[in-house]
């Protein structure tokens, strides 16, 4: 178990994590700045599209690959899980764009200021799992994001509130409320792939 | 297989199926009264949360224990998929407070009499999963799980489809639709649980 | 593995995959023609329904069988995820109906071709998944159903950025928006398949 001639996989998975982490945090500019324009969702893309690109260069590893530093399958799970991340993120990017939201509320931003937080968090799990050693860190830091997925729901329930509250237009109503709920999958989708670190750690303990 | 000495497993599960069942009949209690107080809502997270510290238990007792009844990743599994359920019972009473909700429809009243229904056919699946020949019992209760679950598909159709026909108010529509979709998700990870059920009963046939 | 007397799996996937292949052609014909009449939704209910039998017979026959083609699990998720696309053009004919939609728009149209194409993009993967040496075909149709998912949803995204600029009435908005998502959700599980049919190849390699 953990060889270190299986690094490879570990640095896919770091590789990642940490593109995951910077499209976080160019997210939290995008709502900072409100700037939503076609290059910026471009540039969000080339993140998607090196996601993809990891997510296949590590499929293919596992083609040419004998032993594994655990299941196969919870390998290509891993991989998936994180590119499930990164599309939600491209998503929500794309879905400012498309609504052209030039204004994005103050819980949009508390709430990309929660994802930047809880992919960071993401990047430490994985980077332990390199290390059995690791096993009780990677479990703190797994409580961290269960934290924060529970700081995305507070946060995505008083914006739906205060939108019922404060927001008119209907339009305005069906276009914020799916921001956040967009948002808030971003923190669940973090949450998935800890819940699957756990159990590979639970499978290889 | 199914060893005496691991019945902390399955009494888990049973306690976890127990708490459901009365999640799923206080959230009717509270529909049929239309009283989402705060305080009501709270008394829900705390099903919610001895939901989470059951699933978190189980995920101890796999970490310590060498053999278990059934594949790790299983208990895991239908662990994690029975919180969702309590989840999304937490996630639909929290809703009908915030949109705010003081008289539920007769359609969310008949759907709140389903979902309790299907969590008591789910806790006879989970009783039955102990012991081997209780297969064809277990199987039938499965099959009782699937009718219920089209039983609130088949009742969120008449909803939408009553919601769109009376209701004018596009807020309104938007609340009302989300609140039955939700319900018939319930009944849906209801029939995921039972499906997992199955598979295990399949792969140690 | 892959022996010959466990054709019967095979045999059912296919079967599995074309009836996906028939109820999107009849899909794309009642979008075609705007014809949502409860005649037409009840003949998609028998592609549903058939769909359903086939999924319990390769249970079934699970049950019965001690040497499977390939892993248990995975013959019972394939069973299912293909149950899943089924479940969701059937689930868009019904909205369709329910929300009394007699002019499909021009982007339900080209979606509808897309889903068509991606089914029976899907039925060569199953059917190449019969034998290895066609692994690299097999390879080819899921780059080819990625494509195709790829297309559904750049084609939402520009159904959706034309509705809100041009739909006024916010009801209309809900449904139209409704149909486009679901209609991507189709070819999304049509990807989840050929995710499963590739990670099989990786884990049988």
């Known amino acids: 178990m953990f060889l270190p001639k299986e690094d490879k996989f570990f640095n896919l998975f ?6 995951l982490v910077r499209a976080a945090e160019y997210y939290r500019k995008l709502v900072d700045e409100g700037n939503f324009s076609p290059e910026n969702v471009r540039k969000m893309h080339e993140f998607e599209h090196y996601g993809d690109e990891l997510t296949h260069t590590t499929i293919n590893l596992l083609n040419e690959t004998f032993i ?3 299941d196969r399958e919870d390998i ?3 991989a998936n899980r994180m590119d499930d991340i990164m599309d939600n993120i491209y998503l929500l990017t794309n879905r400012f764009s498309l609504y052209k939201i030039s204004k ?4 949009s931003k508390k709430m990309a200021v929660t994802i930047e937080q809880t992919t960071k968090a993401l990047r430490h799990t994985l980077a332990a ?10 479990q703190e830091y797994c409580v961290e994001i269960n934290r924060l997925e529970n700081e995305g729901d507070v946060l995505r329930d ?4 205060d ?6 237009d209907p339009i305005m109503v069906i276009k914020q409320k799916e921001l956040y709920e967009i948002a808030e ?3 669940d989708f973090c949450e998935h792939v800890a819940n699957l670190v756990e159990s590979i750690l639970v499978k290889n303990n």
Chains 1, 2, 3 share one sequence.
Do not use: C, V, W
């Open 158 to 161: 008083e914006a739906i509130s």
């Open 129 to 138: 799992l390199r290390n059995k050693k690791h096993m009780k860190e990677t």
């Open 76 to 78: 290509l799970a891993l």
């Open 185 to 187: 999958t971003t923190t």
């Open 68 to 70: 594994t530093p655990f």
């Open 14 to 19: 770091d590789k990642q994590a940490e593109n």
């Open 163 to 168: 939108l019922f509250t404060n927001e008119k």
């Open 104 to 107: 994005p509320t103050l819980y």
